[in-house]
Every structure is written in C-alpha cells, then in structure tokens.
C-alpha cells in the first residue's frame, strides 16, 4: 500500500480528502501545518507528499524545499488555492511532480496520484546493481563484495545501506535519508542500528585503504572513492 504525507490546515478539506485518498487504497497521514508536516516525514517513508501552499507556522513552498534536502527523490504534489502564474512556476522550479489548484476534481486528482507514484516507483527500479568501489565489485543483487578472488557476502540491510552510498559517491547522504531508506523510521534503536551496520561495512571495505565511509558529525556519510577507480 502507498504512503501518502498530506499536509493541509483547512481541517474540513483535509478530512475529506484524507478519506477519499483511504477509500481509494492509500496510507495517508495527514499534518495540519507545516512543522508538523516536517516532523511526520522524518518519522517515516512516504512514496508521495501532498502539500497545501498557504499553511501556518510553515508554508508548502518551505516544507518542500525541507522535505527535498532529506530526500530528494520523494515526489510531490502542489494543492492550493494559489492560481496565479508566478506561483505555478515557483512550484514547478522547486522540483515538484504536480500543481492542482483547489477545488478539484477527485477522480482526476486520484489519477494523478496514481500515476506519479507509479512513474516514481519504475524510475526506483530502473538501474545498474553493480558497482565499482575502488578494487571491489559490489553486486546488490546478489549482496556481494567481490576483490580479487575473495567474496563477502552482505546482509540484505549492510546491501541496501552501501546502495545508497554507491549511488551518491563522495557525496554526503544524510543519516535520516539512510534510516528512511533502509529501517523506515527514525528513532533512537534504529540509529544505533544503522551505526552497527556501518561498522560492520567500514570491516568489509578494510581490503581497499582508499575507500572509506566517513562519519560526518551530525549530518550523515560520505563514501570516499578515489574518482578515477569510481
């Protein structure tokens, strides 16, 4: 079942729509404002974000932007009553999938959702699962680290984690982006969980001293790989 983040202040239009997005086989979880929004999507992983503009404490346009920094492959969804051009190309340059101006029309609006989350989830599958990490040849298929003719096998966690490390090669990946990812929600067990793994990987990497998974205090971690092996 997809996750839908619905954030909308309107309390009578939000329980509607919360409804008809239920009755229409969706998880939905619904934020009233914006800070609420933000800490919903840290405490959990969403295949689609439905964000009002005009909200309290926080606007959609800024949620958005917040929302992207930790995770940027998230789609989402513009609902508002703001029809004006200006802010039809504000929205489109902050990335997102849609821009449905209020009142809608609910068979269409389902439509749309259906086939953004559809497009997101093929764009997820589509890609190589074998990756060069310096001397290691890394198959996430078959949770393998290959170097020279030694195998290490992998956990299907320590596969997903050094996936996502190997899509964004000496770039920092934030921690939440990494316990969304792989344990789903942010909380204390799950990042002393993903702290072991990270061990763990840093053990099965040891073989090749120029490939390095560095802690950045407070933000998340870099998968240092010289660029010319990478």
């Not at 992998?154 to 990494?178: G, P, W, Y």
Request: aromatic fraction near 10%.
């Amino acid at each position: 079942m997809s996750k839908i983040l619905l954030a909308e202040d309107d309390l009578s239009f939000g329980y509607i729509l919360k409804e008809y997005l239920e009755i229409n086989g969706f998880e939905v979880v619904w934020a009233k404002d914006g800070n609420q929004g933000l800490r919903e999507f840290n405490l959990g992983t969403f295949d689609l974000c439905i964000l009002d503009i005009m909200m309290p404490v926080k606007d959609g346009f800024t949620l958005a932007k917040e929302i992207e920094e930790i995770d940027p492959e998230v789609p989402f969804i513009f609902l508002t009553a703001k029809a004006l051009k200006v802010d039809k190309l504000k929205g489109f340059r902050l990335g997102c999938d849609d821009y449905v101006v209020k009142p809608i029309d609910e068979e269409l609006f389902i439509a749309r959702v259906r086939a953004i989350i559809k497009r997101s989830a093929t764009s997820d599958k589509v890609g190589n699962n074998t990756y060069t990490i310096g001397k290691y040849l890394f198959s996430y298929t078959n949770q393998t680290l290959l170097i020279n003719d030694s195998i290490e096998r992998l956990t299907m966690k320590e596969a997903k984690v050094l996936q996502i490390f190997c899509d964004h090669k000496n770039q920092l990946v934030s921690r939440t982006k990494t316990l969304k990812s792989v344990w789903g929600i942010n909380d204390f067990f799950n990042r002393k969980s993903m702290d072991v793994f990270i061990f763990k990987l840093r053990r099965k990497l040891k073989d090749d001293p120029s490939v390095k998974i560095t802690n950045v205090h407070g933000k998340g971690f870099l998968l240092e790989v010289p660029e010319e092996l990478s």
